[in-house]
């Protein structure tokens, strides 16, 4: 896949404002390499896109169009001074009936949780796995208001698919 220049990028958020919204897009489009868990944003204060190159490299231009899509719904709703943030009912309407995306996909796969501690609680048995080490004085169970046990866990993923 070929990489689009700011040039064409610009062009593209151009065309795509002006076909389906029926209004110019008089501000600035660029790729910011900063993104990283989004895939464009609206920038308020000076009216400008920024979109994310990483979504375009991995999933190609749809994509891309319906992330365009969704920051031009901001742009010209916040322009008309409308309700333009995601909750406001102008800019759900908005979204659905040019077809952008509501969220875009993720660049990266979700990382496991590695818990290091274990707490069983005396009472009923129930388990906790925490990241971080706890004072079991502060605390009690949730479940039935018992008292806890901390236990360090080296390999608490072996030991689940052990099962």
């Keep these: 896949m070929e990489s689009l220049t700011e040039a064409q990028l610009q062009k593209l958020v151009e065309r795509i404002s002006s076909d389906d919204f029926t209004r110019p897009f008089t501000h600035r489009a660029y790729f910011n390499p ?7 944003r609206y920038v308020l204060r000076t009216h400008n896109i920024e979109l ?10 749809e994509e891309l169009v319906g992330i365009i899509k969704h920051e031009l719904c901001h742009y ?3 322009l008309t001074g409308r309700g333009y ?3 406001d009912a102008d800019f759900k309407q908005l979204l659905k009936q040019v ?21 069983l609680c005396k009472g009923c048995g129930m388990r906790y ?10 605390y009690v169970c949730g479940k039935c208001r018992g008292s806890l046990v ?6 608490i ?5 052990a099962r």
């Design 76 to 78: 010209h709703l916040h």
């Design 129 to 138: 796995l925490r990241k971080r080490r706890m004072n079991t004085k502060k």
């Design 150 to 155: 901390l236990r360090e866990v080296e390999d």
């Design 85 to 87: 943030k995601h909750k």
């Design 99 to 119: 077809g952008g995306s509501r969220y875009c996909r993720s660049l990266a796969p979700r990382k496991k949780q590695e818990y290091r501690y274990e707490l």
């Design 157 to 161: 993923h072996d030991r689940k698919s």
């Design 52 to 61: 994310n190159p990483k979504h375009y490299e991995t999933f190609g231009m």
């Design 34 to 40: 900063r993104l990283r868990t989004t895939g464009g």
